[in-house]
């Protein structure tokens, strides 16, 4: 397969690159990530003009109804930013799962609001168990409400309502609703913060079926794949420039045969896993048989390579690496969360070979 962005693609991915770069320089990521939301929400108002907000819904409901690859394009750019805002989880989180199951009034409702940038929104699905299956919740609705814990929800503080993932559906509850406590968890990426969420019989909405959760959260994992992929290309090309100014022994160490194989190694495996998150983002997009297969893939990759890239690209740096001062331990910091985040390279190993054996079962018994 030859695959190519066309022309409206290469110009929506250089907007975005010149957007980030303008509205969210490095300074303003560290301003932003040494509060206690991350968000900012002028910042907010310019990526809703800019149809951010709205980018893969409907025109229905003032979205830009584009495609899957535009989104990860989007995303791309925005891990290449380190961007501190709730863009991945209002848009190819709680969105996608909206727009996969909810009833039409339902998404006039919601999915409106997070186009026009009214609304920010999270999915709460991790548990206790450490599962990203929507069938192994604990928490169950009771007369339309929940009780119980979520885990590691991203940007939970400064959502209007917050998506659930529950044994018997999923549902949307307003976060200002009675029986709701958000509580702030310590993690490693400080530019993404995450929470613990309970509910104690907490109002909420049915929105659909959990078993209709898969597309919308491969939509997710590639979009997630796609800001790693934004991460390691910015690690890569700090770690470049460094190794064309540090001396040593009056050469820049990037002269080095050593140094210069970390660099390509962290360019082969940053345009490996771009290769992989381009493939299956278009793979959703026309939903061919081999998608989730395709979408596992460059999630492992990419949990795999954006630790691999980072671990590279602090060594080149030497002691420098870690100091507070560099950048590239931000991004590192980054990679890290996200390796976990909607199942690691374990996960995803595990998920390809089921689909493949169940694959193989239905073309035996077709046969």
Known sequence: ????????????K????KFFAGECPIQEVRRLMETDTAYDAGLWAKMTEQGYTGIIFPEEYGGVGLGKVELILLMEEAGRALLPAPLFSTVALAGAIIDAVARPEQKKRYLSEICSGQARSTLAILETSASWKPADAHIVSANGRLTGEKLFVPDAAVAD????????GVFVADAK????A????????????????????????KLGSSTDLSR????AATALAAEMVGGMQRTLDITVEYA????????PIGSFQAVQHHCADMYLETESARSAAYYAAWAIENDTPDAAVAVSIAKMYASDAGRTVGNRGIQVHGGMGFTWE???HLYYRRAKASETALGDATYHRERIAQLVIDGCAVSSQSA
Do not use: C, W
């Open 1 to 12: 397969m030859e695959f190519g962005l066309s022309e409206s693609q290469r110009l929506l």
């Open 182 to 205: 958000v509580h702030p968890l310590k993690m490693m990426d400080l530019t993404r913060k995450v929470y613990s969420v309970r509910f104690n019989n907490t109002p909420a909405e």
């Open 177 to 180: 609703a009675p029986g709701i």
């Open 14 to 17: 250089e907007n975005a690159r």
């Open 216 to 219: 919308a959260l491969d939509i």
């Open 161 to 168: 309502f917050i998506v659930v993932a529950a044994r018997d």
């Open 244 to 251: 064309k100014m540090r001396k040593q022994f009056g050469k």
């Open 326 to 328: 560099n950048d590239i």
